[in-house]
């Protein structure tokens, strides 16, 4: 009898709390403990770069709307000169106009050193609600602060070029070398993300 109420009740349980869950309105973060999250050295200097542009911590929508409205985001095409934006899903193409402008001056520089060829913007800017529905998809996404949430950061795929999903060792090639070069010349900060297969790039404050 005992084992067949303790069967009986977890089923019960479970749905009660399910249906809690799922009736709750507050952010799906939970902001001190996001802020404790320490960052790695290397990606700390991303994190530093990103809170020079005197945005505030992108928490939801509204905090976006308060910077396009103000004129410190810019819309960033779906396509350029080098370029295409992916569907964003967990992300916003909106970026602080020295990002946008970076982001355009690279995508023409590979275009130029590939004959006309694009790569692939595969996220953009994000606030800590996107992070959390992006990490009930993507177990890797950050814990922690990104600095995909203060409007300068952005990724590449290294295997999406011209609109094909495809290991393409040549253009890879090619997009590390426009990287190295904006790198070098103190204007961005990259890192390469496997799991995502991604570059992960901030534009600093140059
Ligand atoms: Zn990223």
Redesign the pocket.
């Known amino acids: 009898m005992r084992k067949f109420l303790c069967v009986a009740f977890v089923p019960f349980m479970y749905s009660f709390y399910y249906s809690q869950g799922t009736k709750k309105t507050v952010p799906c973060y939970d902001l001190s403990s996001v802020l404790k999250v320490e960052p790695t050295a290397l990606y700390k200097s991303h994190l530093d770069a990103s809170k020079s542009f005197g945005v505030k911590l992108l928490t939801d929508s509204k905090t976006v709307q308060k910077y396009i409205n103000s004129g410190k985001f810019h819309k960033i095409k779906k396509s350029g000169k080098g370029y295409r934006v992916q569907k964003l899903d967990y992300s916003r193409a909106y970026m602080v106009s020295k990002a946008k402008a970076t982001l355009e001056k690279m995508a023409s520089r590979f275009s130029k050193e590939t004959k006309g060829r694009t790569f692939t913007v595969s996220?953009i800017t994000r606030t800590l609600e996107d992070q959390c529905r992006l990490r009930r998809v993507n177990s890797n996404a950050s814990m922690g602060i990104s600095s995909?949430n203060y409007g300068n950061?952005f990724?590449i795929s290294y295997i999406r070029f011209n609109d094909v999903l495809k290991y393409n060792p040549k253009m890879e090639v090619a997009l590390e070398k426009v990287l190295k070069y904006y790198a070098t010349a103190g204007r961005i900060y990259y890192i390469k993300?496997r799991q995502q297969s991604?570059y992960?790039i901030t534009v600093r404050n140059y």
């Open positions: 996220s995909h950061s990724d993300e991604c992960h």
